[in-house]
């Protein structure tokens, strides 16, 4: 799933955090979205869950959701096992600290190829790609072209890449703002990805559900 087909009017955006619990940068995103009383998902790596626990909860207290990154960010061809262990470590993790349960998925690099989205289906998991990406793992590009990706990409039921966690997240959180503010003054809403399928046209999410690995690459 890319993004989702909306009702006539409504206009919803789902932002995405990718590569958390991360410190500072977590939280910041998470005191960026409340200022504009957004809500976003989540989409966390085990390990560093391990790692930070306390910032997960903050993230679930706010209200928003959280999705299955697997376990150690993998991009490579796995066996069912491993794809197994990645993903439901991960799940088991996310229960244990926070109390929530996940059917979200996102694969590492969005590699739909490598098993990991073959498990994670099987397992009745949505698998969530994006429509738009920031494009904020770029090492060079300045925040002010993460923030034009967004704007210029969004439409309403768009799904947004972006990062907290995996790295120097510093320019994600200065194009944030700029992006929360140009797109509500277009009148967008901030939902998380379980409220952005809530409001999808039926046939549409059926068509999602069914054909995920047509999805292109
Ligand atoms: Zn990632």
Redesign the pocket.
């Given at each position: 799933m890319r993004q989702v087909r909306l009702p006539a009017g409504e206009k919803l955006i789902a932002l995405t955090f990718?590569?958390g619990p991360w410190p500072v940068t977590t939280e910041a995103v998470l005191d960026i979205l409340k200022r504009y009383q957004a809500r976003a998902t989540f989409f966390w790596v085990g390990k560093n869950l391990e790692r930070y626990p306390q910032i997960a909860r903050k993230v679930v207290e706010a209200g928003h959701a959280v999705g299955d990154?697997t376990w150690s960010?993998q991009y490579h061809k796995v066996t069912p096992q491993a794809a197994a262990k990645e993903i439901d470590s991960t799940a088991a993790l996310i229960a244990r600290d926070t109390e929530t349960s996940t059917r979200l998925f996102r694969p590492?690099?969005g590699n739909l190829k490598n098993g990991l989205a073959k498990y994670a289906l099987s397992k009745g998991y949505t698998v969530v790609m994006w429509s738009v990406s920031s494009a904020d793992t770029d090492p060079k590009a300045p925040w002010t072209a993460f923030a034009d990706n967004v704007l210029r990409g969004a439409r309403p039921g768009t799904i947004v890449l972006m990062h907290d966690g995996?790295g120097d997240r510093r320019r994600t959180l200065e194009a944030l703002p700029v992006i929360l503010e140009g797109l509500q003054q277009q009148g967008y809403r901030f939902v998380s990805v379980p409220e952005l399928l809530a409001q999808a046209q039926p046939q549409e999410l059926e068509a999602s559900r069914a054909r995920p690995a047509q999805a292109r690459p």
């Open positions: 990718d590569d990154h960010h590492p690099g995996g």
